[in-house]
C-alpha cells in the first residue's frame, strides 16, 4: 500500500461505520450521499479491495 490515505475520506469511512449507511453518514458529515460515494470509491482504490458491502 504504497498511496496515501486520505483523512477525510478515512473520516467519512468510520462515520459509515458509526451511522450505519451511507445516508446518514453523509448527514452526520453535512455532506452529500454522492460525495460519501466517491470518498469510499477512492478509499478502495488506495487499498484494492471492497471497504463496505453494498445491498442495493
Known sequence: MGALLDLVQLRTFVAIAECGGFGRAASALRTSQPTVSQHVRSLER???RP???RAG
Request: no cysteine; net charge negative.
Open 51 to 53: 471497504l463496505v458491502e
Open 46 to 48: 488506495v487499498v484494492g
